[in-house]
């Protein structure tokens, strides 16, 4: 069993940045991809940004340009660095791992608004 502990949501107002961190119990190199989702209520939970075990990454066309995914394999870290928020990036935003498990973090808030 793998933790992941997201960390970092907060306020902040249109227009500033944010920087999430996902740290994991266990090598974050066990797994294909990682990733960060995001659940606004009343809305899907949907894909934001992957990063592969290559370090590929993608983006949802929604926060492309705005948002970097990253990794630091010392220290079992993913991070989701968010310039220019918008409010419609208010939501929980959670981290999640991909094959060969997948494991869900418990989410941290992530509210823009002025």
């Known amino acids: 069993q793998v933790q992941l502990v997201e960390s970092g949501g907060g306020l902040v107002q249109p227009g500033g940045s944010l920087r999430l961190s996902c740290a994991a119990s266990g090598s974050i190199s066990s797994f294909n991809a990682m990733g960060w989702y995001r659940q606004a209520p009343g809305k899907q939970r949907e894909l934001v940004a992957q990063i592969t075990r290559g370090d590929n990454t993608n983006y949802a066309d929604s926060v492309k340009g705005r948002f970097t995914i990253s990794r630091d394999l010392a220290k079992n870290t993913v991070y989701l660095q968010m310039n220019n928020l918008k409010p419609e990036d208010t939501a929980v935003y959670y981290c999640?791992?991909?094959?060969?498990?997948?494991?869900w973090g418990q989410g941290t808030q992530v509210t823009v608004s002025s």
């Open positions: 999640k791992t991909w094959t060969p498990l997948q494991y």
